[in-house]
């Protein structure tokens, strides 16, 4: 995701988990090619449905209806829907398929571990939503998908412009549990405030092509100050063992880092496996979206540079 000289040393002093760090905090610009089958401007801001994108997503809806999904508390649905996507390919700069524009974009196809949560929770909502019934018009089906996929992604729902993203995670958290729909429940689990500068993406400005715009650089500089006066809390790494009972299939989690100026490394979906807890995540590149071999605790304990994670529960309404 970052081939510039900074993301290079430290995808080499991280080996590999590395890669999940600008997945969470901003991505360089790149295309997949796919062919654009529904284009609409809605609020000045261009929305693209690639075709192969569009008629994954109908059979995923297809799908959901027959398994009766919308019945299911929301962790479940978004777990089942996570599980469907299983061997899905990683690919790192999709939200950047153009530097002079920001849009939302719609991709099935391949995923970061963000943008997997993200499309898992935002299909999850959209067939648990009252406005969605599957003989809803593609149009209108494509018009809520998108509200609800912003509101997830975009600060208050709004696209406006690159920093309006939630390019931090402890961001991410905050919007979501503002709107609705999550809330942290790390405190809860034995989780200990921490008080760390958050500051990365201003710190390596060379990294992230937009803020060569100077607006960019101060909404962004604003915004990392208003997420470092935000109470945070981390679950420690010798300490998931002694709640990890207390999280559920569903649940999103997100590993910290002592990275300097950042919050969080990588982010997954939580699933019990023969009574132990392991994340469904999109890895790193060469790998497919999956289900980890090691426990999340055993995980979190031989990363280097994780220190710890934080729990999100999605919530029904």
Not at 9 to 20: D, L, P
Not at 54 to 68: L, P, V
Not at 107 to 127: G, H, K, Y
Not at 292 to 315: D, F, H, Y
């Amino acid at each position: 995701m970052m081939q510039y000289r900074i993301l290079r040393r430290y995808m080499k002093t991280f080996a590999g988990t590395a890669v999940m760090l600008g997945l969470l905090i901003g991505t360089l610009a790149a295309s997949t090619g796919a062919t654009p089958a529904v284009t609409t401007l809605q609020s000045n801001i261009l929305h693209v449905w690639p075709e192969e994108d569009w008629n994954i997503f109908k059979e995923k809806m297809a799908w959901a209806d027959e398994q009766r999904l919308e019945e299911l508390p929301i962790r479940e649905i978004i777990l089942q829907f996570g599980l469907s996507f299983q061997g899905a390919r990683y690919a790192a700069h999709t939200l950047e398929k153009n530097t002079s524009i920001e849009r939302l974009v719609v991709n099935f196809r391949e995923f970061d571990c963000v943008t997997f949560i993200e499309n898992m929770l935002a299909m999850a909502r959209l067939i648990k939503d009252d406005r969605y019934t599957p003989q809803l018009t593609p149009e209108k089906t494509r018009a809520l998908y998108e509200k609800i996929l912003s509101g997830i992604r975009y600060r208050d729902g709004i696209i406006d412009g690159y920093p309006s993203r939630l390019h931090y995670f402890t961001d991410w958290v905050r919007s979501n549990t503002a709107n609705g729909t999550v809330i942290d429940i790390t405190e809860d689990l034995r989780g200990k405030q921490e008080s760390n500068t958050i500051n990365f993406m201003s710190k390596n400005p060379d990294a992230y092509p937009r803020l060569s715009n100077p607006e960019n650089l101060n909404r962004i500089l604003q915004n990392e100050a208003a997420i470092t006066e935000t109470t945070r809390h981390v679950i420690a790494q010798d300490t998931i063992a002694l709640v990890e009972h207390k999280i559920r299939d569903g649940d999103i989690v997100a590993m910290t880092t002592s990275l300097e100026g950042l919050d969080v490394i990588h982010a997954g979906i939580a699933i019990w496996r023969a009574g132990q807890l392991h994340i469904l995540h999109a890895p790193l590149p060469g790998r497919p979206v999956e289900v980890s071999n090691r426990t999340l605790s055993k995980r979190t304990l031989e990363m280097r540079n994780q220190t710890g994670i934080t729990v999100a529960r999605p919530l029904d309404n």
